[in-house]
């Protein structure tokens, strides 16, 4: 097959139409028709005078760069023909080595070779094959070929995407028992099965190329009601949770615990810039509300200043003067109070608990007047905060329906505490306490105060 067909995925689909339907699917497929990422490609490259360039398109349309389409950063996206945009079939399994751990740092071979996790690939006449371990998800250096491009460090030199980075750092980047980037965003088949429409296929596992996380189309897409269970299901898997009511006379003080047990990264990760995840608290008593802090509606911006006990985790970003700024070409510091990721799963290394956050409501530490009979927590996620889109409609960079197609995601159930429906009780500084979970999570153990960020100013 020429070059040309290689490059060009709705040719794979011939021979690989289950691969395709998921890729088509996928952020992946989507990256260069993104409207954010197309309005914030624009307003970067007006308010740099063209410097920004290819520094966005690098990642969103490799090829494109690699081959020489796009070489600007000014061109007209939409004149790409359709086998260039995204992030492309050809292009990740072309990829023969990584340079650099972010930025897009992957080097192609020109061999026209297409690499994968196959040690022993079929001859075919469609193109040649190789194994190789950084498409290889159980292997631990697979995940730099994915960190290459989703840890992004600025023209100013900030670290601002660092899901590699923290992965690297964590239990999960570990042998034995490590778990790579595709082992959670590329889930394999438990059935054996051709990957490939060709005869004498051999059965083998089927990778899942629709790669979820938090992010899913805003316009219309192919397949997006399977983008969006995916996602949901990625995220109810993430977190552990536990809310803890302790009595204190007629009152009571409310804390609730998260863990960070599943993601491999920090949480909110990626664009945590963007990312506003919030938790949801409400007490009440015979129906009538007690307490509330984090109850923001699904389109609403969320107002820090009218809501002192917000537990707001996000990335807050500043300029070389240290002036809050938004837009990454700006960004020359960040920083952050996204969970932590897992240092070790042994209970008895003190860094176990590291990952064990505690807040109280209210933030101050006082106590409810009244003791509550119902507590309720949502974990609330919006992969891009409303007001970041409002600023791009202000600039003229963005249409306003986009806003509105952005979704609010809920991570996991709600929980319910109750007096009957606490699953532990146990006394401390001489009070009782009454938590209920729905996991794993030991209330009682050790654990690290949540930090706020009352000084994150919004753009």
């Given at each position: 097959?020429l070059?040309a067909?290689?490059?060009?995925?709705?040719?794979?689909?011939?021979?690989?139409?289950?691969?395709?339907?998921?890729?088509?699917?996928?952020m992946?497929?989507?990256?260069t028709?993104?409207?954010?990422?197309?309005?914030m490609?624009?307003?970067?490259?007006?308010?740099?005078?063209?410097?920004?360039?290819?520094?966005?398109l690098?990642?969103?349309a490799?090829?494109?760069v690699?081959?020489g389409?796009?070489?600007?950063?000014?061109?007209?996206?939409d004149?790409?023909?359709?086998?260039?945009?995204?992030?492309?079939?050809f292009f990740?399994?072309s990829v023969?080595a990584?340079?650099?751990?972010?930025?897009n740092?992957?080097?192609?071979?020109?061999?026209?070779?297409?690499?994968g996790p196959?040690?022993d690939?079929?001859?075919?006449?469609a193109h040649?094959?190789?194994?190789?371990?950084?498409?290889?998800r159980?292997?631990?250096p697979?995940?730099?070929?994915?960190?290459?491009c989703?840890?992004?460090v600025?023209?100013l030199?900030?670290?601002l995407?660092r899901g590699?980075?923290?992965?690297?750092?964590?239990?999960?980047?570990q042998?034995?028992g490590?778990?790579?980037?595709?082992?959670?965003?590329?889930?394999?088949?438990a059935?054996?099965q051709?990957?490939a429409v060709a005869?004498?296929?051999?059965?083998?596992?089927?990778h899942s190329?629709l790669t979820?996380?938090?992010?899913t189309?805003?316009?219309a897409?192919?397949n997006?009601?399977?983008s969006?269970?995916?996602?949901?299901?990625l995220?109810?898997?993430?977190?552990?949770?536990a809310?803890?009511?302790?009595?204190?006379?007629?009152g009571a003080?409310?804390?609730?615990?998260?863990?960070n047990?599943?993601?491999?990264?920090?949480?909110?990760s990626?664009?945590?810039?963007?990312?506003r995840?919030?938790?949801?608290?409400?007490?009440?008593?015979?129906?009538?509300?007690?307490?509330?802090?984090?109850?923001?509606?699904?389109?609403?911006?969320?107002?820090?200043?009218?809501?002192?006990?917000?537990?707001l985790m996000?990335d807050?970003?500043?300029?070389?003067?240290?002036q809050?700024?938004?837009?990454?070409?700006q960004?020359?510091t960040a920083?952050?109070n996204?969970?932590p990721?897992?240092l070790?799963?042994?209970?008895s290394?003190p860094?176990f608990?590291?990952?064990?956050?505690r807040?109280?409501?209210p933030?101050n530490g006082?106590?409810?007047?009244?003791?509550?009979?119902?507590v309720?927590?949502?974990?609330r996620?919006?992969p891009?905060?409303r007001e970041?889109?409002?600023?791009?409609?202000l600039?003229?960079?963005?249409t306003p329906?986009?806003?509105?197609?952005?979704?609010?995601?809920?991570i996991?159930a709600?929980?319910?505490w109750?007096?009957e429906?606490?699953?532990?009780?146990f006394?401390?500084d001489?009070?009782?306490?009454?938590?209920?979970?729905?996991?794993?999570?030991n209330?009682?153990?050790d654990?690290?105060p949540a930090?706020?960020?009352?000084?994150?100013?919004?753009?």
């Amino acid at each position: 097959m020429l070059r040309a067909d290689l490059v060009d995925p709705a040719k794979c689909q011939t021979c690989h139409p289950d691969q395709f339907r998921d890729w088509a699917a996928s952020m992946h497929a989507y990256a260069t028709d993104d409207p954010v990422f197309r309005a914030m490609h624009a307003r970067g490259q007006r308010e740099t005078q063209g410097a920004l360039g290819t520094f966005c398109l690098k990642c969103h349309a490799p090829q494109a760069v690699t081959d020489g389409l796009l070489t600007t950063g000014a061109e007209d996206l939409d004149k790409l023909p359709a086998g260039y945009k995204g992030v492309s079939c050809f292009f990740c399994h072309s990829v023969a080595a990584v340079a650099q751990t972010h930025n897009n740092g992957l080097q192609q071979a020109t061999d026209l070779v297409l690499r994968g996790p196959v040690s022993d690939p079929m001859h075919t006449d469609a193109h040649r094959s190789a194994y190789s371990a950084l498409h290889d998800r159980d292997q631990l250096p697979s995940a730099t070929l994915c960190g290459s491009c989703h840890d992004v460090v600025t023209p100013l030199g900030a670290q601002l995407e660092r899901g590699f980075l923290e992965w690297h750092g964590s239990v999960f980047n570990q042998s034995p028992g490590g778990n790579t980037c595709g082992q959670c965003h590329m889930p394999q088949s438990a059935e054996l099965q051709p990957i490939a429409v060709a005869d004498g296929a051999p059965l083998r596992r089927m990778h899942s190329h629709l790669t979820p996380a938090v992010d899913t189309a805003l316009i219309a897409w192919p397949n997006k009601d399977a983008s969006v269970q995916a996602v949901q299901a990625l995220l109810d898997k993430s977190l552990q949770s536990a809310v803890c009511v302790q009595k204190a006379g007629a009152g009571a003080r409310l804390s609730v615990i998260l863990d960070n047990v599943a993601s491999g990264h920090g949480f909110p990760s990626g664009a945590a810039l963007d990312r506003r995840v919030w938790l949801e608290v409400i007490a009440s008593k015979n129906g009538q509300v007690l307490y509330t802090s984090g109850a923001v509606a699904d389109n609403a911006v969320i107002d820090t200043g009218a809501d002192p006990d917000l537990w707001l985790m996000r990335d807050c970003a500043y300029d070389a003067s240290g002036q809050a700024v938004h837009m990454f070409w700006q960004v020359a510091t960040a920083v952050g109070n996204a969970l932590p990721v897992q240092l070790t799963f042994d209970p008895s290394d003190p860094r176990f608990y590291q990952s064990h956050i505690r807040a109280a409501f209210p933030a101050n530490g006082t106590q409810l007047a009244v003791m509550p009979d119902k507590v309720t927590v949502r974990m609330r996620l919006q992969p891009i905060g409303r007001e970041v889109f409002d600023d791009l409609v202000l600039s003229g960079d963005l249409t306003p329906t986009v806003r509105d197609a952005m979704p609010t995601w809920q991570i996991g159930a709600t929980l319910t505490w109750t007096a009957e429906t606490a699953t532990q009780t146990f006394q401390q500084d001489g009070l009782p306490v009454s938590c209920r979970t729905d996991t794993n999570l030991n209330p009682q153990a050790d654990s690290v105060p949540a930090v706020r960020l009352p000084g994150c100013k919004q753009p």
